[in-house]
């Protein structure tokens, strides 16, 4: 399957059939075909019931539903599955109203995680080893959208709630089915019109191509911005264009092409006296509206595009593009807007970029009480200690949180959090008894995500006993006033505590090297040094782990237990991960 969206994943390329053979036991095999061939999560497997399956009959064709008892939707069981699923329930007894995998889901996922290093093993392909619950589902998806399934039918029957989800797993699709998709259509009477002159549609997606492809080469948002309205006059589509941030009025004239200032001042004041804030009105619909003036109005007449500007759930105003005379179209509008998505991305990455490179960032520290939170609700039922030791951005709204946990058995733990449906993933890295680091994959339902909708980073974040406090930290030219009025709206428990402005220490080349060096011993840089000439770092590798440990003339786990110190010493060096007051006994 192509897919341009995304890295490949362990499971392309055969690798779901190769792990299927790896199975040792009937229910392995149908752990795997539940979550890669219906979409089940762990915590829906371990509730599955031979009850919950349903029969319904379409155009002569017997299908097969499972009643998901964790949010009630009918996912689809194919007749090959369905049929296994009854052999198993047979064979072992399991009555109607029993539970099929009666365990914990933490322990299908690690049922899961035995097949694929089993596989690894067999096959020889190392990417099977870190094969998850979470893989499968993808797996799921991406099988079902290959065949041609539409994406809300996938989202329905696999239990996601947002497109933004499934959009990673989407190809990209190549000129020719773009410009298929959009090929004329008739006018059938009220709103826009069809497909219009497919030559100027063809043009329209070429130039939204290039503009697209010169975002790359800026950094800032008002180079950004100047960029988008420059290359849309450029190709001659458009007679002038400009954005407006929905901030201030002054920011207009900055970024427009096409057009002086003072004709653009009457424009805009042409569009404020229509009553209606059209940035504002695009930016809630998510979608591309219209506007027109009239000949009275202003010499600069006919209808205009206002095309909503936004990343996730942070709206960055919109791009006013002027038509020549005609009604923008369906087909031109759904290009206009997936341009505004690539400009909202290219913004966000700008202010991201601004972020790390500003000498001060404003820090915000609150305190919540607020058991919306999936970890102040964790941390309170359980008494433990939940710190957040980093964050990584995976999809459109979902992060990647590493936790460190104390206090509490890991088993609760995990039975806690799949409870959640903000919840996507949870797996074990290191368990200490009541002292565990954890990957957790949160969608929403916590501070955290909520701070980084705004592009803001959390340096800190601890909640003990049901109380969290963390530190958000955040550009200049960021909304505050947005940022806090949402967070407490969506968490009342939850109030600001400090605010101040900090820079940030200056550190160079020079200073990085210094400090790695003074972590490492000779060895250690003896090694990695080796490693990194030797290409062992590359892909493909130039060298073997074996290769190298006969070059330096040291055994093959001597040479991995260096290379892996040295390498955890890098990364802690590169991301600064040595602010956590509290020594965890996790830490390498």
Same mark, same amino acid.
């Given at each position: ?109 690690? !049922? $899961?995680? %035995?097949?694929?290093? *089993?596989? #690894?093993?067999?096959?020889?392909? @190392?990417?099977? &080893?870190?094969? =998850? ?98 290359? !849309? $006059?450029? %190709?001659?589509?458009? *007679?002038? #264009?400009?954005?407006?941030?929905? @901030?201030?009025? &002054?920011?207009? =004239? ?335």
């Amino acid at each position: 399957m192509r897919d341009g969206n995304s890295e490949p994943t362990p499971l392309s390329a055969g690798g779901y059939e190769r792990l299927r053979r790896s199975t040792e036991t009937y229910r392995e095999d149908l752990v795997l075909r539940l979550g890669a061939e219906v979409g089940l999560t762990p915590a829906e497997m371990s509730r599955f019931e031979p009850a919950h399956v349903t029969q319904r009959r379409r155009g002569g064709t017997e299908l097969y539903f499972l009643a998901v008892p964790t949010d009630g939707r009918a996912a689809y069981l194919p007749n090959e599955v369905e049929h296994d699923v009854r052999k198993y329930v047979t064979t072992t007894g399991i009555d109607e109203t029993e539970r099929v995998l009666p365990v914990t889901p933490r322990r299908l996922q690690m !049922l $899961v995680a %035995s097949v694929g290093t *089993r596989a #690894a093993e067999e096959t020889g392909r @190392e990417e099977l &080893a870190d094969v =998850s619950t979470r893989d499968l589902r993808r797996h799921f998806a991406r099988t079902m959208l290959a065949d041609g399934v539409p994406p809300s039918v996938v989202m329905r029957i696999g239990g996601w709630d947002r497109i933004e989800t499934l959009a990673p797993l989407l190809d990209e699709p190549s000129d020719d089915e773009v410009l298929d998709a959009l090929s004329p259509a008739p006018v059938d009477g009220g709103g826009r019109a069809g497909a219009g002159n497919p030559d100027r549609l063809h043009r329209v997606v070429e130039t939204a191509r290039s503009v697209g492809s010169a975002l790359s080469a800026v950094n800032t948002r008002n180079e950004v911005e100047q960029a988008v309205c420059d290359g !849309l $006059v450029e %190709s001659d589509q458009y *007679r002038f #264009a400009w954005t407006e941030s929905g @901030e201030t009025d &002054a920011r207009a =004239s900055l970024t427009a092409a096409g057009i002086d200032e003072g004709s653009l001042e009457a424009v805009r004041r042409s569009l404020a006296g229509r009553g209606t804030d059209f940035t504002r009105r695009a930016c809630e619909a998510g979608a591309v509206q219209t506007a027109r003036l009239g000949s009275s109005s202003t010499s600069e007449n006919g209808p205009f595009a206002v095309v909503p500007l936004g990343h996730g759930e942070t709206a960055y105003g919109a791009l006013y593009v002027a038509l020549d005379g005609e009604e923008v179209t369906d087909p031109e509008a759904d290009v206009l807007a997936t341009l505004g998505r690539h400009v909202g991305q290219a913004i966000a990455a700008a202010e991201r970029r601004k972020l790390l490179l500003a000498d001060t960032v404003v820090q915000l520290e609150f305190e919540s009480s607020d058991e919306r939170d999936v970890l102040v609700r964790l941390s309170a039922d359980l008494g433990c200690s939940i710190r957040l030791r980093g964050v990584v951005p995976i999809e459109e709204r979902a992060l990647l949180c590493f936790l460190t946990v104390r206090e509490a058995a890991t088993d609760a733990v995990f039975d806690e959090l799949q409870s959640s449906a903000d919840v996507e993933h949870i797996r074990l890295i290191r368990d200490r008894g009541t002292e565990s680091l954890l990957e957790v994959a949160l969608s929403a339902g916590s501070t955290i995500t909520a701070l980084t909708s705004y592009d803001g980073t959390v340096s800190r974040f601890v909640a003990e006993d049901g109380v969290a406090r963390f530190v958000g930290e955040f550009s200049n030219e960021t909304p505050l006033r947005d940022v806090l009025s949402d967070l407490t709206d969506a968490y009342p428990a939850t109030e600001l505590v400090a605010k101040q402005e900090v820079e940030r220490p200056a550190r160079n080349t020079a200073d990085f090297r210094a400090s790695l060096v003074a972590r490492l011993t000779d060895k250690q840089q003896s090694v990695l040094r080796a490693a990194y000439l030797a290409g062992y770092f590359e892909w493909p590798r130039g060298s073997t782990a074996e290769d190298l440990a006969d070059s330096i003339d040291i055994s093959s786990p001597t040479l991995h237990q260096h290379l892996r110190t040295a390498q955890q010493k890098l990364m802690t060096a590169f991301f600064d991960d040595d602010t956590d007051e509290e020594a965890s006994t996790l830490d390498p």
